[in-house]
C-alpha cells in the first residue's frame, strides 16, 4: 500500500477547486481499501476537470465555472436527454427568452405526438450574458411508453429538441429461466480451436461450440470473451479488452469457409485461400502460444479474394441494408480502418486527426473501394455471430451466447478517433490501490466524458450497448461499477494519484436495462472487488444480475462461504478470466508464477502458506458435505467445487472450459503486461496437449465433470 508520506505529499484542493469538483461530480476524497479516508490531490483533480472542459487553472477560474455551469443549463432551451422510468412522471425545465411563448410537444418514437402540459412552477428569471431567460416547467405524464422520444419546443425564430428516454423498472428474467436454472460454458474463443480453425477460434467453432454444449452437455448458454472489433493490421493487440472499437466485430473471428460467396471463388483464387489456411491450422495442434498477427495476415488475404466475387442482387442488397442500418458509425469506422492500414507504422497526418474534417471526407472518396471493403467484413462477421446465436438456439439452448462488454477502448484506435467529442482526453480509466495492486492500476482506456455524453443525449452509449446484446441471449457489463463512478488517471501520473469521477448511473442503467430488454437479453454485471452496498441494492432492483466468485466468496473468519448464503441474483463461477484455472490454484502454481514476475510483495513462503490454507478449508468444506471422497483427486475437488455453486440458490452458473479439461496455464495474470503472455494461450489439458473442439466432449474429464454436474441436476 501507499505510505502516509506520500499521501501527505499531495497538494490539498482549495475551497473553491472542491466546490466545482463536487458540482462536477468530480471526488474530492474517497475511501481507501483499508477504509481510510484519503484525500485525492489537485492536480489530479484539476487535471480531471479540464478533461471535462472545465476551467479550474486558478481560484478565480473556478468561480466562473461555477456560474458558467449554472447559465448553460438556462441557456439551452431543452434538456439534451431525459431519462425516466417507466410509469413514473417528469418534469422538464424549458428556457426561452424572459416573456416569450412556447409550444411543447412529446413526439413519440414509432409516431403519434402528445402536447405537453404546463405546470405551475414559478420561478424567477436569470440574467445571462445581458439578456434575462425564464424558464417553464412541463409534464412527462407517466403513460408514455418504453422508447426514445423527442420533446420539442417551438418559441418565435427558435426550435429545440431533446430526448426523453423511457426505461423499463426493472429487467425482468424469463420464468422459464428461473423455473429451471441455467447453466453454460466460459471460454476464451481464440483459445478453443478446431480442426477448421485458422491457428485461433473462431465463430465457426462458437456456433459448433453452442450446439456441442447443449446437446452433449445440457448446457444453456456459452459465455465468451468480449469479440470486439481489433486494428486492422499487424501487430494485434492481445488483450480482448482493449479492442479498437466496442461497437463492432473482431473480423479474425470470421469462418472465410462460411461465407457463401466462397463456394463461387474461381479455381485459382480458392488455391490461394486453402494455402493461406494451410500453416495456420498446422498451429492447430502444438501447445504453442497463439499468433493472431499470422492467423490475421493468412485470413486477411483469403478475405480479399472472397470479397472479389460477385455478390448475387439478393446478397448485394442485404450488404446495402446493412451498410444502410450501421449508418455513419460503420462508414466512420471503416474509413479509419483504411486510414489506419495506409498509415502502418507512421504518424498520421494531422489533417485526418477528426472524423468530420474535410481532408477525412476527401481521403472516404479517394479510397471508397478499401473502405466498402472493410465495412463488408463487419457485414460478414455480424452474419456469422448472428447463425451462431441462431445455431444456439436451434440446438435448444435456453439463453445461447452470452457475450462481453469490456470497461474501454484503445486510446489510439477507431472509437477514439469517432468518438473524441464525448471521450475524455488525456486520462486513463483504472482503479485505485488495492490488496493485489498496491499501486493502483492504469488500464489506459479513455473514459466516457460525462458531461459531453448528456450532452449527446447518451446516443453513442446507447450504440455500444446494442452492439453488445445484439446477436445475444445475454450479456456481461466487465466492471459494471463504471456505470457508476471510474478512477480517473491524469496522463503523466501515478495510478495511485487519481479522482474518482461519477456518472448518472440512473440515465446509463437504465438505458442499458431498456436496449437489454428490447433484445430480449439478460445482463450480469461484473461487481467484484470493493463495491457499496447501495451499488448493489440498485442493480438488483433493475433485474441485473451480479457475480459470485467461489475464490473471493468468504465468510466474516476467512472460510470459504456455504453455499446457501451466496447471493440469489448472480451468476456464479467457481473461477474467472483473471484467476488460473481451477488446477493451477489447487496446486498453488498461481503463487510460483507472481513470484517469479515479481509480483508478490509478501514473502513468498508466507502467501504459499495462505494458499494452502485456502485450500485445505475448500477441501473441509466439500468433505463436510459429502461432495468430496476423502481420498480425492484434483479432478474431485474440481467436480466438488462445483457441486458448491450449483448448491447456491443463484440464478445462473458458469462452468470455465478450462477447469473442464484440467488447464493448469493462466490466460490472463492481472499487473502484467510483457512479463507475461495474457491472451495468448491456447486450450490444452492438464499435460499439456492441445485439446481441440473436435474431441473437447470427448475428453475423459470433460465427460466426467458433464456426469458430475447432471447428477447434480437430476
Known amino acids: 500500500m501507499l505510505m502516509s508520506g506520500e499521501i501527505a505529499l499531495r497538494e490539498a484542493p482549495s475551497e473553491?477547486?472542491?466546490?466545482?469538483?463536487?458540482?462536477?461530480?468530480?471526488?474530492?476524497?474517497?475511501?481507501?481499501?483499508?477504509?481510510?479516508?484519503?484525500?485525492?490531490?489537485?492536480?489530479?483533480?484539476?487535471?480531471?476537470?479540464?478533461?471535462?472542459?472545465?476551467?479550474?487553472?486558478?481560484d478565480e477560474a473556478c468561480e466562473r465555472s461555477l456560474v458558467a455551469l449554472e447559465d448553460a443549463i438556462w441557456l439551452r432551451t431543452v434538456p439534451p436527454v431525459t431519462v425516466l422510468r417507466e410509469g413514473r412522471e417528469a418534469e422538464v425545465p424549458v428556457h426561452v427568452p424572459h416573456g416569450a411563448p412556447v409550444e411543447v410537444t412529446l413526439r413519440l418514437e414509432h409516431g403519434g405526438a402528445r402536447p405537453a402540459h404546463q405546470l405551475n412552477r414559478p420561478v424567477p428569471p436569470r440574467e445571462v450574458g445581458g439578456a434575462l431567460i425564464g424558464r417553464a416547467t412541463f409534464a412527462i405524464p407517466a403513460d408514455v411508453p418504453l422508447g426514445w422520444h423527442v420533446i420539442e419546443a417551438v418559441t418565435p425564430g427558435r426550435r429545440a429538441r431533446g430526448y426523453v428516454v423511457v426505461t423499463p423498472e426493472r429487467l425482468t428474467v424469463p420464468e422459464s429461466i428461473r423455473a429451471v436454472r441455467p447453466w453454460g460454458f466460459m471460454t476464451q474463443l481464440y483459445s478453443l480451436r478446431s480442426s477448421r480453425s485458422w491457428g485461433v477460434g473462431d465463430l465457426g467453432d462458437l456456433s459448433e461450440l453452442c450446439s456441442?454444449?447443449?446437446?452433449?452437455?445440457?448446457?444453456?448458454?456459452?459465455?465468451?470473451?468480449?469479440?470486439?472489433?481489433?486494428?486492422?493490421?499487424?501487430?494485434?493487440?492481445?488483450?480482448?479488452?482493449?479492442?479498437?472499437?466496442?461497437?463492432?466485430?473482431?473480423?479474425?473471428?470470421?469462418?472465410?469457409?462460411?461465407?457463401?460467396?466462397?463456394?463461387?471463388?474461381?479455381?485459382?483464387?480458392?488455391?490461394?485461400?486453402?494455402?493461406?489456411?494451410?500453416?495456420?491450422?498446422?498451429?492447430?495442434?502444438?501447445?504453442?502460444?497463439?499468433?493472431?498477427?499470422?492467423?490475421?495476415?493468412?485470413?486477411?488475404?483469403?478475405?480479399?479474394?472472397?470479397?472479389?466475387?460477385?455478390?448475387?442482387?439478393?446478397?448485394?442488397?442485404?450488404?446495402?441494408?446493412?451498410?444502410?442500418?450501421?449508418?455513419?458509425?460503420?462508414?466512420?469506422?471503416?474509413t479509419w480502418c483504411a486510414i489506419a492500414e495506409a498509415h502502418r507504422d507512421m504518424e498520421w497526418p494531422v489533417e485526418l486527426a477528426s472524423p468530420s474534417s474535410p481532408a477525412v471526407a476527401r481521403w472516404r472518396e479517394e479510397h471508397c473501394e478499401r473502405v466498402r471493403f472493410f465495412?463488408?467484413?463487419?457485414?460478414?462477421?455480424?452474419?456469422?455471430?448472428?447463425?451462431?446465436?441462431?445455431?444456439?438456439?436451434?440446438?435448444?439452448?435456453?439463453?445461447?451466447?452470452?457475450?462481453?462488454?469490456?470497461?474501454?477502448?484503445?486510446?489510439?484506435?477507431?472509437?477514439?478517433?469517432?468518438?473524441?467529442?464525448?471521450?475524455?482526453?488525456?486520462?486513463?480509466?483504472?482503479?485505485?490501490?488495492?490488496?493485489?495492486?498496491?499501486?493502483?492500476?492504469?488500464?489506459?482506456?479513455?473514459?466516457?466524458?460525462?458531461?459531453?455524453?448528456?450532452?449527446?443525449?447518451?446516443?453513442?452509449?446507447?450504440?455500444v450497448v446494442r452492439a453488445a446484446v445484439k446477436h445475444a441471449g445475454a450479456v456481461r457489463i466487465d466492471h459494471i461499477l463504471?456505470?457508476?463512478?471510474?478512477?480517473?488517471v491524469p496522463e503523466g501520473m501515478e495510478a495511485w494519484d487519481g479522482t474518482y469521477v461519477s456518472f448518472d448511473h440512473e440515465a446509463l442503467v437504465g438505458i442499458l436495462v431498456l436496449e437489454a430488454h428490447r433484445a430480449g437479453a439478460i445482463v450480469i454485471g461484473e461487481d467484484l472487488g470493493t463495491v457499496e452496498p447501495w451499488v448493489r441494492d440498485c442493480l438488483a432492483s433493475r433485474g441485473i444480475l451480479g457475480t459470485s466468485v467461489m475464490w473471493f466468496e468468504r465468510d466474516h473468519d476467512g472460510a470459504p462461504l456455504p453455499p446457501e448464503r451466496y447471493r440469489e441474483d448472480v451468476l456464479a463461477t467457481v473461477t474467472t478470466h483473471d484467476l488460473p484455472p481451477t488446477a493451477a490454484y489447487l496446486a498453488g502454481e498461481h503463487v510460483n508464477l507472481r513470484e517469479e514476475l515479481g509480483l508478490l510483495v509478501e514473502d513468498a513462503e508466507t502467501v504459499r502458506e495462505q494458499a494452502?490454507?485456502?485450500?485445505?478449508?475448500?477441501?473441509?468444506?466439500?468433505?463436510?458435505?459429502?461432495?468430496?471422497?476423502?481420498?480425492?483427486?484434483?479432478?474431485?475437488?474440481?467436480?466438488?467445487?462445483?457441486?458448491?455453486?450449483?448448491?447456491?440458490?443463484?440464478?445462473?452458473?458458469?462452468?470455465?472450459?478450462?477447469?473442464?479439461?484440467?488447464?493448469?496455464?493462466?490466460?490472463?495474470?492481472?499487473?502484467?503486461?510483457?512479463?507475461?503472455?495474457?491472451?495468448?494461450?491456447?486450450?490444452?489439458?492438464?499435460?499439456?496437449?492441445?485439446?481441440?473442439?473436435?474431441?473437447?466432449?470427448?475428453?475423459?474429464?470433460?465427460?466426467?465433470?458433464?456426469?458430475a454436474i447432471r447428477a447434480v441436476r437430476g
Open 16 to 58: 473553491a477547486l472542491a466546490r466545482l469538483a463536487r458540482a462536477c461530480g468530480v471526488a474530492v476524497e474517497y475511501y481507501a481499501i483499508d477504509g481510510s479516508l484519503t484525500p485525492c490531490s489537485a492536480p489530479a483533480i484539476r487535471a480531471a476537470l479540464t478533461a471535462m472542459g472545465v476551467d479550474a487553472s486558478s
Open 212 to 334: 456441442l454444449a447443449k446437446i452433449r452437455a445440457g448446457a444453456d448458454f456459452v459465455l465468451v470473451n468480449p469479440l470486439h472489433a481489433h486494428e486492422p493490421v499487424p501487430p494485434l493487440s492481445p488483450s480482448p479488452y482493449l479492442p479498437t472499437s466496442r461497437r463492432f466485430l473482431a473480423p479474425m473471428y470470421i469462418r472465410v469457409e462460411d461465407i457463401p460467396e466462397v463456394a463461387y471463388v474461381p479455381s485459382q483464387q480458392r488455391a490461394v485461400i486453402e494455402w493461406e489456411a494451410e500453416r495456420p491450422r498446422r498451429a492447430n495442434a502444438t501447445p504453442d502460444l497463439l499468433d493472431r498477427d499470422a492467423s490475421w495476415r493468412a485470413k486477411m488475404a483469403a478475405l480479399e479474394q472472397v470479397y472479389m466475387v460477385e455478390r448475387t442482387d439478393g446478397r448485394e442488397a442485404q450488404f446495402e441494408a446493412f451498410c444502410q442500418r450501421e449508418g455513419r458509425a460503420l462508414e466512420d469506422f471503416a
Open 375 to 463: 465495412s463488408w467484413l463487419q457485414w460478414v462477421a455480424d452474419e456469422q455471430l448472428a447463425r451462431a446465436q441462431l445455431a444456439a438456439r436451434v440446438a435448444g439452448m435456453r439463453i445461447g451466447i452470452m457475450t462481453d462488454l469490456a470497461v474501454g477502448v484503445h486510446p489510439q484506435g477507431a472509437d477514439a478517433w469517432a468518438l473524441q467529442r464525448v471521450l475524455a482526453s488525456g486520462i486513463g480509466v483504472g482503479a485505485p490501490p488495492d490488496m493485489y495492486n498496491q499501486q493502483g492500476q492504469n488500464w489506459s482506456q479513455p473514459p466516457w466524458q460525462p458531461r459531453a455524453l448528456e450532452a449527446a443525449g447518451y446516443v453513442p452509449y446507447r450504440d
Open 482 to 488: 463504471g456505470l457508476f463512478r471510474q478512477w480517473w
Open 612 to 707: 494452502r490454507a485456502e485450500v485445505s478449508r475448500l477441501v473441509s468444506l466439500l468433505r463436510e458435505r459429502d461432495w468430496l471422497i476423502e481420498d480425492h483427486l484434483e479432478e474431485d475437488v474440481i467436480a466438488a467445487a462445483h457441486r458448491l455453486v450449483l448448491e447456491t440458490p443463484a440464478w445462473l452458473v458458469g462452468v470455465a472450459v478450462t477447469d473442464a479439461v484440467g488447464e493448469r496455464r493462466t490466460q490472463n495474470q492481472p499487473g502484467t503486461h510483457l512479463e507475461y503472455p495474457n491472451w495468448q494461450v491456447p486450450l490444452c489439458d492438464g499435460n499439456g496437449v492441445p485439446v481441440l473442439l473436435d474431441g473437447l466432449f470427448e475428453h475423459p474429464r470433460m465427460q466426467r465433470l458433464v456426469a
